[in-house]
C-alpha cells in the first residue's frame, strides 16, 4: 500500500515542550516538504529537502528544525522556539526526475494542539 | 512576486447546481497549474493538472479551464453532490525545482 504517512493524526503538546512530527513516504519520491495550515489561511511552506542530507528552509522555518537521513522519512520537530505552534501539519512529497508532472502528493496530516 | 489568487473565499450551493471556482496567478516562468480538493481535516488530493498547452482537462464532474495568457484558470463543478463539499486549491508550479505557490483556496459547501 504504496503513499505518505504521518503520524500520530493528533498531538497535543505542553507549553515549552518539543514535539516531533512523523512522516514517511514509499514513493521512492526524491523531495520532501512539510507544510502548515491555519483556518482561512494556504498552506505555507515550512522546510523542503531535495535530497538525503540536504533541505532548505522555506518561508516559515523559524521555531522548526527537520531531518533527511533517509530518503523516505522526513521528521519536523516543533521547539518551543515556535511562539504560535497550534496548526494542521502536511507533509508532501514529489520526484524531482523522470516525471513530466512532478505531481506532489500530500499525507493526511497531523494535528497539533498546545495546550 | 509570485502569488495565486482564489475567488470566491467561500460559497453555498445547492446539490444538484453547478458551480465556477477561479484562480488568477502571478508565477513565471509557469509550468504547470493543479486543482486540489481538500476534505476537512485531511490531506490535499490532486484533481487535475495542466501544463501551459493544455485549456481544458475533465476528471468525472470536475473541469478546468487554462487561459496561459490572461493567466486565469477555473474550475466548474457540474451537477454537484454533498461530498463535493470540501475546499479547492489553486497551486501553480514555476519552471525547475522551485516550491509550489498555492492560493488560499475556496470553501464550498454543498447543502441538500
Known amino acids: 500500500d504504496g503513499g505518505i504517512t504521518q503520524s500520530p493524526k493528533y498531538l497535543f503538546r505542553k507549553e515549552g515542550q518539543n514535539v516531533t512530527l512523523s512522516c514517511e513516504q514509499n514513493?521512492?519520491?526524491?523531495?520532501m516538504y512539510w507544510y502548515r495550515q491555519d483556518p482561512g489561511q494556504g498552506l505555507r511552506l515550512i522546510y523542503y529537502?531535495?535530497?538525503?542530507?540536504?533541505?532548505q528552509k522555506g518561508d516559515i522555518a523559524e521555531g522548526y528544525s527537520v531531518s533527511r537521513e533517509k530518503k523516505e522519512s522526513f521528521p519536523l520537530t516543533v521547539t518551543s522556539a515556535q511562539k504560535n505552534p497550534t496548526a494542521f501539519y502536511l507533509c508532501?512529497?514529489?520526484?524531482?526526475?523522470?516525471?513530466?508532472?512532478?505531481?506532489?502528493?500530500f499525507g493526511p496530516g497531523t494535528r497539533l494542539t498546545v495546550l | 512576486k509570485n502569488q495565486v489568487e482564489q475567488s470566491p473565499q467561500s460559497l453555498i450551493i445547492l446539490e444538484g447546481k453547478n458551480c465556477t471556482l477561479q484562480?488568477?496567478?502571478?508565477?513565471?516562468?509557469?509550468?504547470?497549474l493543479r486543482w486540489y480538493k481538500q476534505d476537512t481535516g485531511r490531506g490535499p488530493v490532486s484533481l487535475t493538472i495542466?501544463?501551459?498547452?493544455?485549456n481544458t482537462k475533465s476528471n468525472g464532474r470536475y473541469t478546468a479551464t487554462l487561459d496561459a495568457d490572461t493567466k486565469q484558470s477555473s474550475l466548474h463543478i457540474t451537477a454537484s453532490q454533498l461530498s463535493d463539499s470540501a475546499s479547492y486549491i489553486c497551486?501553480?508550479?514555476?519552471?525547475?525545482?522551485?516550491?509550489?505557490?498555492f492560493g488560499k483556496g475556496t470553501r464550498l459547501s454543498v447543502i441538500a
Open positions: 495542466m501544463t501551459f498547452s493544455e
Open positions: 529537502s531535495q535530497i538525503v542530507n540536504d533541505f
Open positions: 484562480c488568477n496567478y502571478t508565477v513565471s516562468p509557469f509550468s504547470n
Open positions: 497551486v501553480v508550479s514555476a519552471s525547475g525545482n522551485t516550491p509550489l505557490v
Open positions: 514513493l521512492n519520491h526524491d523531495a
Open positions: 508532501a512529497s514529489r520526484p524531482t526526475r523522470d516525471s513530466l508532472y512532478r505531481e506532489q502528493f
